[in-house]
């Protein structure tokens, strides 16, 4: 497989376990899905989606997908050390994994990305 196309489809699979991470907590009760937090999570979602889907090869598209990885790696850290924890189902302890396993991998590709479009020589 083309090492290009490894970013976009970790991106894809980021974004897919955070959206069930986010309906996880909402279910739970450790989250409510109210009108504000739609029109944050909302715009964050389709912007991450239109970097990940139409600006691929493109610095800004790398860039919002290295702050994607970012925030799957801050909703790891902040249910492994918070107040919010992991709340014992099987599912949210497999999905915080899942995202921060991915998380680290789609970080380590975008930024190999960004280093190889910095230095295309190599």
Same mark, same amino acid.
């Given at each position: 497989?083309?090492?290009? $196309?490894?970013? %976009?489809?970790?991106?894809?699979? &980021? !974004?897919?376990? &955070?959206?069930?991470? $986010? *309906?996880?907590?909402? !279910?739970? /009760?450790?989250?409510?899905?109210?009108?504000?937090?739609?029109?944050?999570?909302? %715009? =964050?979602?389709?912007?991450?989606?239109?970097?990940? @889907?139409?600006?691929?090869?493109?610095?800004?598209?790398?860039?919002?997908?290295?702050?994607?990885?970012?925030?799957?790696?801050?909703?790891?850290?902040?249910?492994?050390?918070? %107040? *919010?924890? =992991?709340?014992?189902?099987? @599912?949210?302890?497999?999905?915080?994994?899942?995202? /921060?396993?991915?998380? @680290?991998?789609?970080?380590? $590709?975008?930024?190999?990305?960004? =280093? *190889?479009?910095?230095? %295309?020589?190599?």
């Amino acid at each position: 497989m083309k090492t290009s $196309l490894l970013l %976009p489809i970790a991106s894809l699979l &980021l !974004i897919v376990l &955070l959206t069930f991470h $986010l *309906a996880d907590d909402v !279910i739970l /009760g450790k989250d409510v899905l109210d009108t504000i937090r739609l029109c944050i999570y909302l %715009p =964050i979602i389709a912007a991450w989606l239109y970097a990940t @889907l139409v600006l691929t090869e493109r610095r800004s598209g790398l860039i919002i997908e290295l702050l994607g990885s970012l925030l799957g790696l801050a909703v790891v850290a902040i249910h492994a050390s918070g %107040p *919010a924890g =992991i709340h014992g189902e099987f @599912l949210h302890a497999w999905l915080l994994i899942a995202i /921060g396993g991915t998380s @680290l991998f789609a970080l380590l $590709l975008a930024v190999r990305h960004l =280093i *190889a479009q910095r230095n %295309p020589a190599r």
